[in-house]
């Protein structure tokens, strides 16, 4: 049986076309449908930079923002399906058919996963000029005050939007949301005092941490980070169900040969594996986490049904 299997694998990669099987033999293009500097942004770069000298082909990064990723998410859905158009996104992939009403494509059956590339947390922070150092303080401030307190997101539906709201539904608290294009303007804002918290993805909100521009009040994910060892996670602040997993993924047009997935998933691997790639993500508090295109697709599959919860019970409506 097993020497079946492998002759048909063998088959069927013989009876693939020739630039299938010798791809790539042009540049590659990662579209990233997000502002640049946002947390997928800068996983993807850093991926991207290594990749170009791993295939002998440049492998470019191109941001399409709008729409919470759906415009990009979109073009790449449309691409040819050859492997030279390709999708980084982020988590909030799995939350947008829960809240936009006419979608272009469908999230699992048009986009096939490459791999996962990393995971972060999302951190709670706030300016100084609040005065909160916890959650909590944010939370009581919120309570005092119904419908006053805001939220600063990088776009409905965005993960950093879903742990805001996984968030308040945890703390019962009443806030109003403020929807921005990106995380720089979402933290900039926040920063400045204009919104009151962002759940920040950790890339991002590092160096503003350092520099003392913005207080962490907490982590977002349900487990603490290696870069932020002692800030303790929103659950652990009593905030049950409250954290959310943020991660950055790989993603191809439906169709693009298995062949090709199998290189790319390879490449990924490889690169996300090189000490360049891993001290550069780890240094922005991001872990390197490749994967089998299954085991993102599954991921993937079963979030889209979790966050069609989520988005049902914070009352997101349908855009």
Same mark, same amino acid.
């Given at each position: 049986m097993s020497r079946l299997i492998a002759l048909a694998l063998a088959l069927a990669v013989a009876a693939l076309p020739a630039w299938a099987q010798n791809y790539p033999e042009k540049p590659v293009h990662i579209i990233v449908p997000f502002t640049p500097g946002s947390a997928t942004d800068v996983t993807a770069r850093a991926l991207a930079a290594v990749m170009t000298r791993n295939i002998g082909q440049t492998v470019i990064v191109e941001n399409k923002p709008g729409a919470g990723g759906t415009i990009g998410a979109a073009q790449v859905a449309r691409a040819a399906p050859d492997g030279y158009t390709l999708l980084a996104n982020s988590s909030a992939h799995t939350v947008n058919s829960a809240i936009y009403a006419n979608m272009p494509y469908d999230t699992v059956k048009d986009l096939p996963g490459v791999s996962l590339l990393a995971v972060q947390p999302n951190i709670m922070v706030a300016s100084p000029s609040k005065g909160w150092k916890t959650a909590a303080d944010y939370a009581a401030a919120a309570k005092a005050q119904p419908g006053k307190l805001t939220y600063a997101t990088a776009g409905t539906g965005s993960g950093t939007h879903m742990n805001a709201e996984k968030f308040k539904l945890a703390a019962g608290i009443d806030t109003v949301h403020v929807p921005y294009k990106g995380t720089p303007e979402a933290?900039?804002?926040?920063?400045?005092?204009?919104?009151?918290?962002?759940?920040?993805?950790?890339? @991002?909100? !590092?160096?503003? #941490?350092?520099?003392?521009?913005?207080?962490?009040?907490?982590?977002?994910?349900?487990r603490r980070s290696s870069v932020?060892?002692?800030l303790p996670t929103t659950e652990e602040q009593g905030f049950k169900d409250s954290g959310y997993n943020f991660w950055v993924g790989l993603f191809a047009p439906a169709g693009t040969p298995p062949a090709v997935i199998a290189r790319l998933n390879a490449e990924v691997k490889k690169a996300l594996d090189s000490p360049e790639v891993k001290e550069r993500l780890a240094a922005l508090g991001s872990d390197a986490?490749?994967?089998?295109? @299954?085991? !993102?697709?599954? #991921?993937?599959?079963?979030e889209v049904k979790e966050n069609a919860e989520l988005a049902k019970k914070a009352g997101i409506k349908l855009q």
């Open positions: 933290l900039g804002d926040t920063m400045n005092g204009r919104t009151d918290i962002y759940f920040c993805p950790v890339i @991002a909100a !590092l160096p503003m #941490i350092r520099d003392n521009r913005v207080v962490a009040l907490a982590n977002g994910s349900p932020l060892p002692d986490s490749p994967t089998t295109p @299954a085991d !993102l697709d599954k #991921i993937v599959a079963s």
